[in-house]
Nanobody, 120 residues
């Protein structure tokens, strides 16, 4: 089993920046795909960014050019650098781990989330 703990959420002004971190316990971090999701009040959870085991990344259109996902396998940590923040970025941000295997079912784990608020 894997535990994910997010941190770095805060209240910032529009145009500001934040760096979110997610630390994973266990030993499967380096062979897992990591993602950041977010959920605003009254909204469905949406995928923000993904980084694969090989370092390939993918972003939601709404954050392209502003957010950057990265990982440090030595620290079992995934990051989300958020720049040029907008009020619509306000949400609880969740870390997600996904381990796919050809010989077993996919393993997933979720963090408990960290609040990001963008307001004047």
């Amino acid at each position: 089993q894997v535990q994910l703990v997010e941190s770095g959420g805060d209240l910032v002004q529009p145009g500001g920046s934040l760096r979110l971190s997610c630390v994973a316990s266990g030993s499967i971090f380096s062979i897992s795909t990591m993602s950041w999701y977010r959920q605003a009040p009254g909204k469905q959870r949406e995928l923000v960014a993904t980084i694969t085991t090989s370092g390939n990344t993918n972003y939601a259109d709404s954050v392209k050019g502003r957010f950057t996902i990265s990982r440090d396998n030595a620290k079992s940590t995934v990051y989300l650098q958020m720049n040029s923040l907008k009020p619509e970025d306000t949400a609880v941000y969740y870390c997600n781990l996904e381990r796919r295997s050809a010989f077993s079912r996919t393993y997933t784990s979720w963090g408990q989330g960290t609040q990001v608020s963008v307001s004047s």
